[in-house]
Antibody, heavy 121, light 109 residues
Framework: EVQLLESGGGLVQPGGSLRLSCAAS????????MSWVRQAPGEGLEWVSA????????YHADSVKGRFTISRDNSKNTLYLQMNSLKAEDTAVYYC??????????????WGQGTLVAVSS | QTVVTQEPSLTVSPGGTVTLTCASS?????????PNWFQQKPGQAPRALIY???NKHSWTPARFSGSLLGGKAALTLSGVQPEDEADYYC?????????FGGGTKLTVL
């Protein structure tokens, strides 16, 4: 059974940093691309970042480019999202998602339960 | 700034049929945008329903179907059940980036 467990969310001041983690189990982690998707309170879904199975290719939405970095440690079956220069508009529940092959076709087959990031002074 | 547009809300009667659509600001949606559809119920994570226009996941109920319709991606629910009341999101691929639609709130009444 595919399981995705996000952690690392919390309250952070504007301009601050936070690193989210997503522990994966139930599948061969290194064989699948992974993504982060966020949802601001009461709003819709927004794709944030994606990474290939071997970590060699990464993709970021324009809204986070230059501030967020997606990465993975396949030896630890863990996905990360390093978030710097956080803004109030980054406040959201952040979901990690497992892609089906190929990533372009099936970005998010399975989803975690999400972790809340709140950016406020 | 690419915008993906869905109906903000739709209402359907139990047992009825409803079609949700997904349009792109760049023009007609084709199979190359690999449309995906997701369902989200209050307080829950989204759940994938359809990928690559019309392909169902193993857990997707048979009453859900995806297609291309009039230059848009479409999700049709036939024989709607009360438990289908939820928010539905489409997702389109733009060559290295992905954009979600704003979502459709489906009410079963």
């Amino acid at each position: 059974e595919v399981q995705l467990l996000e952690s690392g969310g919390g309250l952070v001041q504007p301009g601050g940093s936070l690193r989210l983690s997503c522990a994966a189990s139930g599948f061969t982690f290194s064989s699948y691309a992974m993504s982060w998707v966020r949802q601001a309170p009461g709003e819709g879904l927004e794709w944030v970042s994606a990474i290939s199975g071997n970590g060699g290719s990464t993709y970021h939405a324009d809204s986070v480019k230059g501030r967020f970095t997606i990465s993975r440690d396949n030896s630890k079956n863990t996905l990360y999202l390093q978030m710097n220069s956080l803004k109030a508009e980054d406040t959201a529940v952040y979901y990690c998602a497992k892609s089906g092959p190929p990533m372009a076709v099936r970005l998010a087959d399975y989803w975690g339960q999400g972790t809340l990031v709140a950016v406020s002074s | 700034q690419t915008v993906v547009t869905q109906e903000p809300s739709l209402t359907v009667s139990p047992g009825g049929t409803v079609t949700l659509t997904c349009a792109s600001s760049t023009g007609a949606v084709t199979s190359g945008y690999y449309p995906n559809w997701f369902q989200q119920k209050p307080g829950q994570a989204p759940r994938a329903l359809i990928y690559s226009t019309s392909n169902k996941h193993s857990w997707t109920p048979a009453r859900f179907s995806g297609s291309l319709l009039g230059g848009k991606a479409a999700l049709t629910l036939s024989g709607v059940q009360p438990e289908d009341e939820a928010d539905y999101y489409c997702l389109l691929y733009y060559g290295g980036t992905w954009v979600f639609g704003g979502g459709t709130k489906l009410t079963v009444l």
